[in-house]
């Protein structure tokens, strides 16, 4: 890993190492990128946190000099069926991508709370990979033996296409995955309905041993 006096970057760094130890197609392309030099870091285009706690979460990345993008989704809130995120910035790094379910009745069918009681939010859920061309990236994971949920959201020649592997799983649950994603003409947003298909690719089946606490 490059040295680095940054906290923020040393921070958002050391998630994504800790991201690749737990994912197999994190890790293949980390060890491929680092064979001409380029690495993977450089290339991800945001990290994605659950919490049951948004606002409490954020503070970390607050703290080290992110700030809340306004910009994005409905002043500064993306909102789904039984869930929202917000997404801080800070110039040079991923953005930072914290979501958490609706409370009440409307957050019920939410997966993410199921995944934060078993994992904890002091992981990252999954990271996005910039590509140039998305079909081809993906052929060349599948040959390496990684599957993945679903197939490309979004045309061709859109501003935004995604696609997510399928989850590498922990204690017979889905953990983490990866995004691949193609973005064009400096569109820097997130696509409600690609995002919402993450979120049914990452059920919580198997009833928790242990209820962590969110990060506060």
Same mark, same amino acid.
């Given at each position: 890993? %490059?040295?680095?006096?940054?906290?923020?970057?040393?921070?958002?760094?050391?998630? /994504? !190492?800790?991201?690749?130890?737990?994912?197999?197609?994190?890790? &293949?392309?980390?060890?491929?990128?680092?064979?001409?030099?380029? @690495?993977? &870091?450089?290339?991800?285009? #945001?990290?994605?946190?659950?919490?049951?706690?948004?606002?409490?979460? =954020?503070?970390? &990345?607050?703290?080290? @000099?992110?700030?809340? !993008?306004?910009? /994005? $989704?409905?002043? $500064?809130?993306?909102?789904?069926?039984?869930?929202?995120?917000? +997404?801080?910035?800070?110039?040079?790094?991923?953005?930072?991508?914290?979501?958490?379910?609706? %409370?009440?009745?409307? $957050?019920?069918?939410?997966?993410? =709370?199921?995944?934060?009681?078993?994992?904890?939010?002091?992981?990252? #859920? #999954?990271? *996005?990979?910039?590509?140039?061309?998305?079909?081809?990236? /993906? %052929?060349?994971?599948?040959?390496?033996?990684?599957?993945?949920?679903?197939?490309?959201?979004?045309?061709?020649?859109? !501003?935004?296409?995604?696609?997510?592997?399928?989850?590498?799983?922990?204690?017979?649950?889905?953990?983490? +995955?990866?995004?691949?994603?193609?973005? #064009?003409? $400096?569109? *820097?947003? &997130?696509?409600?309905?690609?995002?919402? =298909?993450?979120?049914?690719?990452?059920?919580?089946?198997?009833?928790?041993?242990?209820?962590?606490?969110?990060?506060?």
């Amino acid at each position: 890993m %490059a040295q680095s006096k940054d906290k923020a970057e040393e921070s958002v760094r050391n998630y /994504v !190492d800790r991201f690749v130890e737990n994912n197999k197609a994190a890790r &293949f392309l980390k060890e491929e990128l680092g064979k001409v030099g380029v @690495g993977l &870091f450089p290339l991800v285009d #945001h990290i994605t946190v659950r919490t049951l706690d948004v606002e409490k979460r =954020s503070e970390e &990345f607050l703290d080290l @000099g992110f700030a809340w !993008d306004k910009t /994005v $989704g409905k002043q $500064g809130v993306l909102e789904y069926d039984d869930w929202w995120a917000k +997404v801080y910035r800070k110039a040079g790094l991923p953005a930072v991508f914290i979501d958490q379910a609706f %409370a009440g009745e409307r $957050g019920k069918t939410c997966v993410i =709370s199921p995944w934060v009681n078993r994992f904890s939010d002091k992981v990252l #859920h #999954h990271i *996005a990979v910039r590509v140039e061309e998305i079909e081809q990236a /993906v %052929a060349a994971l599948k040959k390496r033996g990684i599957p993945f949920a679903g197939e490309v959201v979004g045309a061709k020649g859109g !501003d935004l296409r995604q696609i997510f592997t399928a989850a590498d799983e922990k204690e017979g649950n889905p953990f983490t +995955v990866v995004e691949l994603i193609e973005r #064009h003409r $400096g569109y *820097a947003g &997130f696509s409600p309905p690609s995002a919402d =298909s993450l979120m049914k690719s990452s059920v919580i089946t198997a009833k928790p041993t242990q209820t962590a606490k969110p990060n506060r």
